[in-house]
């Protein structure tokens, strides 16, 4: 395997993007597993929102704790998860970081902070705000964050999340990742106005809104907010504006299955996050054959994370009511 050298591989952009690269390439080989009827999990891929898993994720350490929801394999890696651990989950085999009982919605590697993602609509939200209030009341320098969609912003798990959370002061960055959809329907057609930042003023937290798909935006802000909440300043509601390129469930492309977005679609491919990022880092010196020997590297890796997982054993039967309980010693 070739490596970049080490000069490059110091600046933070090119950390962003390979960790961007990772998450597509990543997403990619799996929606061709899908296609070709090689795994049967639905998967929500969250291929042209990269930037706030990564932007995001860089501002944290290793202690501080993510919750997830249904589109979670970028956060998982972006937060340091095993790639071929994720694979394995993903193939339902025995050696997922879940031992292949969850598949691709429920990820968890708790020893980088993964702490759970969920498919269930704003589930996690409140469950990060706990992990928060622990935090506090130990002392602990520790930020929470909850990752969710526009869609998860009209649950009211998100409003009690934001009241509890500003109420009490907590440690919590709440991420809105506002693809403008939920499953089939967009935003103008759920809401009055896209105005999810005001709930933040509702609830008297600070809110930013920020270009989804400008991966140093997006972190810039998170260290903000991270910054604030270990100084006991509180929550902040951070809202990423992107769009995901595929269907609401599957690889396909999904221009009009009830929804006509193929315009739209258009119109954002040309804002790929990882494009720009790309644009960004040969206007800074990086040269195109140190980017090919990167993109060789994130490639070999994801072709031994699908051989990892198709080598991988299924979870036994005999197994099935391990983890629903604790086991004594
Ligand atoms: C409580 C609940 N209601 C409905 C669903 C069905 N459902 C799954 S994902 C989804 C859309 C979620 O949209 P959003 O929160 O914007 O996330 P995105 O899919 O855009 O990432 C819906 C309605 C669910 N899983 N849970």
Redesign the pocket.
């Known amino acids: 395997m070739k490596t970049l050298n080490n000069v490059n591989e110091q600046t933070d952009l090119l950390r962003f993007y390979r960790s961007m690269l990772r998450i597509r390439l990543f997403e990619e080989a799996v929606a061709d597993v899908v296609e070709a009827g090689e795994i049967r999990t639905p998967c929500?891929f969250?291929i042209g929102q990269e930037a706030p898993p990564v932007g995001v994720c860089e501002a944290l350490t290793t202690d501080d704790q993510i919750f997830g929801?249904?589109?979670s394999h970028g956060h998982y890696l972006a937060k340091g998860g095993d790639m071929q651990a994720l694979m394995a989950e993903i193939f339902c085999r025995s050696t997922g970081c879940c031992g292949g009982r969850g598949g691709s919605m429920h990820v968890i590697d708790t020893s980088v902070g993964v702490m759970g993602t969920v498919?269930?609509?704003?589930?996690t939200i409140p469950i990060a705000v706990g992990a928060a209030l622990a935090a506090k009341l130990r002392g602990e320098d520790r930020v929470a964050v909850s990752f969710?969609?526009?869609?998860?912003?009209e649950?009211g798990h998100f409003h009690e999340s934001l009241n509890l959370a500003g109420v009490n002061n907590l440690p919590v960055l709440f991420v809105c990742?506002?693809?403008l959809?939920?499953?089939h329907m967009g935003i103008h057609q759920r809401r009055r106005e896209d105005n999810i930042l005001k709930s933040a003023e509702a609830h008297g937290i600070v809110g930013e809104s920020v270009d989804g798909n400008d991966v140093t935006a997006v972190f810039e802000a998170s260290k903000r907010a991270t910054a604030r909440a270990r100084a006991g300043a509180g929550p902040t509601l951070l809202e990423c504006r992107t769009f995901?390129w595929r269907g609401?469930?599957g690889p396909a492309w999904d221009y009009d299955v009830g929804v006509k977005r193929k315009d739209e679609l258009k119109d954002w491919i040309k804002r790929d996050p990882l494009l720009r990022c790309r644009q960004e880092l040969v206007e800074q010196g990086v040269t195109e054959p140190a980017l090919a020997d990167l993109r060789q590297e994130v490639e070999e890796e994801v072709a031994a994370a699908l051989e990892y997982a198709r080598n991988s054993p299924e979870p036994m039967g005999s197994e099935v009511l391990r983890h629903v309980y604790s086991e004594a010693a």
Do not use: K, L, M, Q
């Open positions: 929500h969250c929801a249904h589109r498919p269930i609509v704003a589930a969710f969609g526009d869609g998860a912003t649950e990742e506002n693809n959809y939920s499953s995901r609401h469930v």
